[in-house]
């Protein structure tokens, strides 16, 4: 088969790509591992930034996120038992709308099949050959388990942290990392929020995070052992220990429900540089990992596409120039957000390692950015979200 750009994976990243290629004329393929029902109903992440909702907004993408979506003026840290909040749209007027991931995935996929763009679900044994030309080929199974080529003019590799892109050019990358003393175990539960904004909670059992999808469904996260496992979570110890870290001395009863989702995710810092290598371009988790306290990653993979979709429109019209400046141009914006992001989880967490010392300079940097405007406004304007490049 030939088409001019052949995508893997369809998460956020290579969805949206594909969704603004096929507008732009392009003919593209979306190659996904897993079946059509398992992508749509992933329970992921939860927070858009604004330049996120405007993009799809612009794209034609946001009747339902604008129907659906929650959006928020201002969340709350919880530390000393009790609420300290980040008032993001006085302080930036800008705001943050909480729309789950799967519902965006479900609007691209919906997208794309009301105009007929191809994406190929339950695929397999995906392998990437001369990328370093300008005829790469990509071999895979097709759902029937019939081997497949491809043969296009460029890759994107959007699948994700472990997908096969990014180990196919791992000798010509520069990897960075870092690993956390920490997972979450997040919880979707049928019950209201129990309070109508995020609380980020820093406690000494650990880190709690109240979010929602829904007036009547409430998203909560807790920060566990990264080796524990989900088996030793029983619901009734999920909503014990979340009630003793979210404690405040004032008004609040967390709403328990039945818990209708539960996984444990371990937490990472990860940039692999360049984001390209000849005709295969990297984009979203395949290439970056965020621990998810900053809520970026899925934005970051949305910025990273709209970057992309640009530089593929031009090279496949003889212009190298966006394609050559690619990486660098998103490194700027993933940077950023790697910063921010482990700069929410150090000083929300509970390092179990942490002396005493390190300890009290957390509550200080948490006083600190709740009682100075000028520190509360550094973490809304990275929390709602930098302007596009
Ligand atoms: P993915 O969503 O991982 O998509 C990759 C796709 O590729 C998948 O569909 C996968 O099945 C497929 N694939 C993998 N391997 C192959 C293969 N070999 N062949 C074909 N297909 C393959 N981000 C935020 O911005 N805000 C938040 O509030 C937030 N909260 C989070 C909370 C949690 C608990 C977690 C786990 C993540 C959170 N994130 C958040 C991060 C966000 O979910 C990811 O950054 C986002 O999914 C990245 O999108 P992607 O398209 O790059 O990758
Ligand atoms: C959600 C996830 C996050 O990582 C975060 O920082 C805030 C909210 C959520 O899933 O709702």
């Given at each position: ?42 329970v ?8 996120t ?57 919906d997208a ?41 003019d ?62 009547e ?10 080796h ?10 999920i ?43 990297l ?22 596409v ?11 019209r ?7 400046a690619?990486s ?45 405007r ?16």
């Amino acid at each position: 088969m030939r088409t001019q750009v052949a995508v893997i994976g369809a998460g956020p990243a290579g969805l949206l790509l594909s969704f603004l290629l096929h507008e732009a004329g392009i003919d593209c393929v979306v190659l996904e591992a897993r079946d059509r029902e398992y992508v749509r109903q992933r329970v992921r992440a939860g927070v858009c930034e604004q330049p996120t909702v405007e993009l799809l907004t612009s794209l034609g993408l946001g009747e339902r996120l604008a129907a659906e979506g929650m959006p928020h003026e201002g969340l709350s840290l919880r530390f000393d038992r009790a609420d300290h909040r980040i008032a993001l749209t006085e302080l930036t007027g800008k705001a943050i709308t909480v729309y789950g991931q799967q519902e965006i995935v479900k609007d691209l996929i919906d997208a794309h099949e009301a105009r007929g763009y191809p994406i190929s679900f339950e695929i397999s044994d995906v392998q990437l050959s001369d990328v370093d030309t300008d005829r790469p080929r990509v071999a895979y199974r097709d759902s029937g388990g019939n081997a497949q080529v491809i043969e296009c003019d460029a890759v994107a590799g959007c699948d994700g942290f472990h997908g096969v892109s990014r180990p196919s050019i791992s000798d010509n990358l520069t990897v960075f990392e870092r690993e956390y003393p920490f997972a979450w175990l997040g919880v979707l539960a049928r019950t209201p929020p129990s309070h109508h904004e995020l609380i980020y909670t820093h406690h000494e059992r650990g880190f709690a995070l109240h979010s929602m999808r829904t007036p009547e469904i409430t998203r909560l996260y807790l920060q566990v052992d990264p080796h524990d496992n989900l088996a030793n979570w029983s619901d009734d110890r999920i909503w014990a220990e979340l009630t003793a870290r979210l404690e405040v001395e004032g008004d609040f009863a967390l709403r328990e429900g039945p818990i209708l989702d539960k996984g444990i995710t371990p937490m990472r810092s990860f940039v692999a540089e360049p984001l390209r290598h000849g005709r295969l371009f990297l984009a979203g988790d395949a290439a970056h990992i965020v621990p998810p306290t900053g809520a970026k990653g899925m934005n970051l993979a949305i910025a990273d596409v709209r970057v992309l979709a640009r530089a593929l429109e031009a090279l496949l019209r003889g212009d190298e120039s966006l394609a050559a400046a690619y990486s660098d141009t998103c490194l700027r914006r993933v940077w950023r957000a790697e910063h921010f992001s482990w700069f929410m989880t150090t000083m929300l967490h509970t390092d179990p390692h942490a002396d005493g010392f390190a300890r009290q300079l957390q509550l200080s940097q948490l006083r600190y950015t709740t009682s100075s405007r000028a520190a509360a406004t550094s973490l809304a304007e990275n929390y709602v979200g930098l302007p596009f490049a």
